[in-house]
């Protein structure tokens, strides 16, 4: 069975920093892609960034040179180094692994931008 864990969200003032981890758990094949999605309220949930096994990333236009996401394929682990927060980057932030033709979920992590 296969788990996602996310943690590191929480409160934030605009222009500061989070960074993300999702751990992955379970029966894991290395270098399965790897991303970050968000829902907002009343949103369709988007993707934010995404990382190849290999390490090649990929970011949604509205993120590029703020967010960067990385990997551990050691540890199963990926994360989203949040910068220059916005409050329009307020959502659940979700982790999602890709293995054998199947797209795995963690919980999700609120992240939210206010002063």
């Known amino acids: 069975q296969v788990q996602l864990v996310e943690s590191g969200g929480g409160l934030v003032q605009p222009g500061g920093s989070l960074r993300l981890s999702c751990a992955a758990s379970?029966?894991?094949?290395?270098?399965?892609?790897m991303g970050w999605h968000r829902q907002a309220p009343g949103k369709q949930r988007e993707l934010v960034a995404a990382?190849?096994?290999?390490?090649?990333?990929n970011y949604a236009d509205s993120v590029k040179g703020r967010f960067a996401i990385s990997r551990d394929n050691a540890k199963n682990m990926v994360y989203l180094q949040m910068n220059s927060l916005k409050p329009e980057d307020t959502a659940v932030y979700y982790c999602?692994?890709?293995?054998?033709?199947?797209?795995?979920w963690g919980q999700g992590t609120q992240v939210t931008v206010s002063s």
């Open positions: 990382i190849t096994g290999g390490g090649s990333p």
């Open positions: 999602k692994m890709h293995q054998q033709w199947r797209d795995y």
């Open positions: 379970g029966i894991i094949f290395s270098g399965n892609p």
